[in-house]
């Protein structure tokens, strides 16, 4: 529920560490004569390089650019995770509910499905609006028609509760935990 890409991102990070492994080894060859040594047989490097003042300027120039939209990069990319479910402003008084308690109705309404092994709730800003994400642990071989339809009257219980419906997105999941959950009694 972020808004950037989990990929885009690594690529850009593999690109830029890579860069800068490369511009430090550079470096260190030109400065400690073991890491000239350890990277001779690959790369012939000079021994002493003249470099204009102007030049340099523009490295440095390329450098602060580089690091300056890594920054902006870094700011503005996801849209995070928050602790606030629910702000409501009504002149200068605000309300504020906390994600606490949109957890605590929530797995207060799947306590009692059988199939549920847990569940965990975190709310995020998606455009500017403020919006929940409910994952389940479902049982392996659990039904999850029967766990959809306890969310669902989960997510209703949460609507009437803090009087106003919130984007809500349910992932059900399998997994470790659930294989290895206890089974339910069968009465």
């Not at 972020?2 to 030109?30: D, K, P």
């Not at 009692?112 to 919006?131: E, H, I, K, P």
Request: glycine letters at 8%.
């Amino acid at each position: 529920m972020t808004t950037s890409n989990r990929t885009v991102n690594r690529i850009i990070l593999f690109v830029l560490g890579l860069v800068a492994v490369v511009v430090a080894i550079t470096m260190g060859a030109g400065v400690l004569p073991a890491v000239r040594d350890a990277v001779a047989p690959y790369v012939d490097l000079p021994r002493s390089l003249d470099v204009p003042a102007s030049a340099l300027w523009i490295v440095a120039g390329a450098c602060a650019l580089v690091i300056v939209l890594s920054l902006a990069w870094v700011f503005t990319r996801g849209g995070g995770g928050t602790s606030v479910a629910v702000r409501e402003r009504s002149g200068d008084d605000v309300v504020t509910v906390n994600v606490a308690l949109v957890r605590d109705v929530v797995e207060h309404e799947l306590s009692g499905v059988r199939d549920v092994v847990g569940s965990r709730v975190d709310t995020y800003l998606v455009r500017r609006q403020r919006a929940a994400r409910i994952r389940v642990a479902v049982r392996r071989g659990g039904d999850a028609v029967t766990v959809l339809d306890a969310v669902d009257r989960a997510v209703a219980v949460l609507d009437r509760t803090l009087g106003r419906r919130v984007p809500v997105l349910v992932h059900l999941t399998g997994g470790t935990r659930s294989t290895f959950a206890k089974p339910a009694r069968v009465r």
